[in-house]
């Protein structure tokens, strides 16, 4: 099995920062791509950011020039810094990843969850 873990979420203000980090543990032959999703109360799960393995990353236009997906490979961990945060910005973020834990399988995983709540 493998196991994602979130940290970094939290309250704050319009305008400020706060930076995420998911760690990836367990059976990890390879991760092949991490990114972060976002869900609020009655909506479907967005994606905000995605970095695969020697791909370009990816992000929601609503996160675009605020928001910056970065990993560090050897520490199996992705990181979500997030600033100019507005109060839209309010969700539970969650850590995905796609990660091969033999030659031949691979799995698609998610974390718990962490809360941001941004205030006006």
Do not use: H
């Amino acid at each position: 099995q493998v196991q994602l873990a979130e940290s970094g979420g939290g309250l704050q203000q319009a305008g400020g920062s706060l930076r995420l980090s998911c760690v990836a543990s367990g059976n990890v032959f390879k991760i092949n791509s991490m990114g972060w999703y976002r869900q609020t109360p009655g909506k479907q799960r967005e994606l905000v950011a995605t970095m695969p393995n020697g791909g370009s990353t990816n992000y929601a236009e609503s996160v675009k020039g605020r928001f910056t997906i970065s990993r560090d490979n050897a520490k199996n961990t992705v990181y979500l810094q997030m600033n100019s945060l507005k109060p839209e910005d309010t969700a539970v973020y969650y850590c995905n990843a796609r990660v091969a834990i033999t030659l031949l399988q691979s799995i698609n995983t998610w974390g718990q969850g962490t809360q941001v709540i941004v205030s006006s």
